[in-house]
């Protein structure tokens, strides 16, 4: 449909022809702003601060964690409320083949006369029952205390994998990065030796060059077109677990991030052994705790050994039809009936069974000892890892660095003496091929030195402060 035909009365009146200009002109304007509002939003290049927030929000695993401390709040509330005990509705329907009393007989009762005494053979009872243990060896009151050491090593724990999930975050970003640069300069490669094969080939076809170059270079190119397939191939992948991390589909493109290696210098390495700040780590807390847990189950355990007191105490109505021997036959009848008492248990003999539980709460409190040494050792040590493979990364993006300026400028003199025929075709392949390897080696030593940062941040559980 055309909207600019005009009429012939438009064609007798411009100032029609260019209101319905305006008209449509304001419209475009319209959709075009709002497309350019709405734009920025979805088209936003994503930073790896902004990766970090998403994967904060979004990571199922870590809505899990923070599920798991939930669970260890309504833990403690459930310890705190059997302190007071538990109150239960009660209610029962009992046949007997002969009758029975609404409540126990007394002297006072019989003296009234056998035949006025409630029997029934359906004997209903409803009433309340209230239950309270008074004391039980200080069990309970370790096991809340055991619920709330709990709490505080899930809290530990969430915190823990916060800093695992910013790390791996991290790290998958700038490896994607690195692998993009790679992919980069693997198409630049690529595109070279595309161009040196078709040197070739048209020299080949002069005359000037031997068929045998003509294949070493088409043999070179289809590798190097495998390894870009190859770089591919692995960033989608990469992506893929990013995006699987964030919660989001699909996946916006990564902004690049700033590189600057520095190294740490030796010295203060060897004399900064992180010591000061192991004590402030998670990982070493929730370990303790994980001791003082243990240590409170051995006392719990052995609550056993000592007398268990209970109080109970119950009211409710005895009721039910009055049977046939009875004056009042079929007439129904209640009775009140309550009671409250004490009940003492303690268990002077068990085969064994007390003694095996609290040998088994020393077992586990012996190993949570054992894995707290562990766990500071473990510490140590890939604090060490990391501050050595930050010197590497650097050592190697310097070396890196200076190797590809020397293979370039291999490469160009290599192309000179081929295009002189001062030299065969292996010695420029070759050529081309290191300078190439020390481009890849660069760019991901500069990578690296970005991922052995994040390593030694999440080691220190500074992954949120960076």
């Not at 702003?33 to 088209?43: D, N, T, V």
């Not at 003492?344 to 003999?349: A, E, P, Q, R, Y």
Request: with cysteine; net charge neutral.
């Amino acid at each position: 449909m055309n909207y600019f035909k005009k009429t012939d009365g438009d064609e007798k009146n411009p100032a029609t022809v260019g209101l319905t200009l305006l008209k449509y002109l304001l419209m475009i304007g319209i959709l075009c702003q709002s497309f350019w509002i709405a734009a920025p939003a979805e088209c936003a290049d994503l930073t790896i601060e902004k990766c970090v927030e998403l994967a904060l929000q979004n990571n199922p695993d870590l809505q899990r964690q923070r599920l798991n401390l939930k669970l260890a709040d309504e833990d403690i509330s459930d310890q705190k409320s059997q302190d007071f005990g538990r109150l239960d509705i009660v209610s029962s329907y009992t046949h007997y083949n002969l009758p029975r009393t609404l409540a126990p007989m007394t002297p006072g009762l019989v003296t009234t006369g056998p035949e006025k005494v409630a029997t029934t053979e359906n004997l209903f009872n409803a009433g309340i029952v209230y239950e309270v243990a008074l004391f039980t060896g200080f069990a309970r009151t370790r096991t809340l205390e055991i619920a709330t050491l709990q709490k505080e090593i899930a809290d530990k724990n969430l915190k823990l994998n916060r800093e695992q999930l910013i790390y791996n975050v991290k790290t998958l970003y700038v490896n994607i990065l690195s692998l993009q640069a790679q992919k980069n300069a693997q198409i630049a490669h690529v595109e070279a030796l595309q161009r040196l094969h078709d040197n070739v080939t048209r020299e080949v076809q002069l005359g000037k060059k031997a068929r045998v170059d003509q294949l070493k270079t088409a043999a070179d190119l289809k590798n190097a077109e495998a390894q870009q397939t190859r770089i591919e191939a692995n960033i989608t992948i990469m992506k893929a677990s990013l995006a699987n991390l964030l919660g989001v589909e699909p996946l916006a493109k990564l902004k690049d991030v700033t590189l600057s290696p520095k190294l740490i210098d030796s010295e203060m390495v060897r004399e900064q052994d992180f010591t000061g700040e192991l004590a402030d780590l998670k990982r070493l807390q929730s370990a303790q705790l994980s001791i003082e847990k243990n240590t409170k189950l051995i006392q719990k355990e052995g609550g056993a050994l000592y007398p268990q007191i209970v109080l109970n105490a119950g009211y409710g109505q005895n009721f039910g039809p009055n049977d046939s021997s009875n004056e009042s036959s079929g007439d129904w009848e209640n009775q009140e009936t309550w009671q409250a008492g004490l009940n003492l248990k303690w268990n002077i003999f068990d085969f064994g069974s007390t003694k095996a539980k609290l040998r088994k709460a020393r077992i586990r409190e012996s190993q949570s000892r054992h894995d707290r040494t562990k766990t500071e050792l473990e510490l140590k040590r890939a604090l060490k890892e990391a501050v050595t493979k930050i010197n590497t990364a650097v050592t190697d993006y310097n070396s890196a660095q200076a190797e590809l300026a020397l293979t370039k400028e291999t490469e160009t003199i290599e192309e000179l003496r081929f295009s002189q025929g001062a030299a065969d075709i292996n010695d420029l392949l070759a050529a081309k091929a290191r300078n190439q390897l020390a481009e890849s080696r660069f760019i991901a030593a500069g990578y690296n030195y970005k991922t052995a940062r994040f390593y030694i941040d999440y080691l220190l559980e500074n992954g949120e402060n960076r």
